[in-house]
């Protein structure tokens, strides 16, 4: 299970599905379910993807972000649909960017998604530096530290109070079911069972 801003959908969709999520695990990170069919691993989102692809966990739901960032060989089983958020090409409104103002020749952009941000330049055949951060970006073209921002946004409210503009949006991202593809072969009753009550929810 990721901590953060999918947790308390993926608990009330576990919920749901028949896996009740005790109310308050304290500082625990491995909970049993209430019903005692499974073990809940809380972890940070980013840190999904290992412990499933390396069976620490048979299964694990995450945001389709993080998978971008991830070179981790899981199985995307399905999109649950919830957590929706759009990665975007963001900059300062009065740069003019989203208004067809050309790049600088050395383009700096900061993100948390240095990945897809490489990949999304580079696929534009426009060379940059990107600048990886780790906290509010938006803060880095306000103060001259990069030009634009690669980042998720959910409403765009961030980006308004800070008078910065979308310029182009790369990817749409959700909440996924991924599996271990060796432990799915070998709870492959059990795992799918567990996936159609969570897409029914």
């Not at 005692?36 to 389709?64: N, W």
């Not at 089983?77 to 003019?96: E, I, K, M, T, Y």
């Amino acid at each position: 299970m990721p901590k953060g801003s999918l947790y308390a959908e993926t608990v009330r969709r576990l919920a749901a599905a028949g896996i009740v999520v005790p109310e308050n695990p304290g500082r625990r990170l491995v909970v049993p379910s209430l019903d005692g069919s499974a073990d809940l691993l809380l972890l940070r989102a980013t840190d999904v993807p290992a412990y499933v692809e390396f069976g620490a966990a048979d299964c694990g739901i995450v945001g389709k972000d993080t998978l971008w960032e991830s070179d981790r060989s899981v199985a995307e089983l399905a999109d649950l649909g919830f957590g929706g958020c759009r990665l975007v090409v963001a900059g300062r409104r009065a740069d003019g960017y989203q208004n067809g103002v050309r790049y600088p020749t050395f383009l700096r952009v900061a993100t948390k998604f240095a990945r897809s941000a490489q990949t999304y330049f580079s696929e534009r055949d426009l060379p940059c530096e990107i600048v990886a951060l780790h906290g509010s970006v938006e803060l880095a073209p306000i103060v001259g530290l990069a030009d634009v921002i690669v980042d998720l946004v959910a409403t765009g409210g961030t980006l308004e109070a800070h008078d910065m503009v979308e310029i182009d949006q790369i990817a749409e991202s959700t909440a996924r079911f991924v599996v271990n593809q060796v432990r799915f072969r070998a709870k492959y009753d059990a795992i799918t069972s567990l996936l159609r009550r969570l897409e029914r929810t």
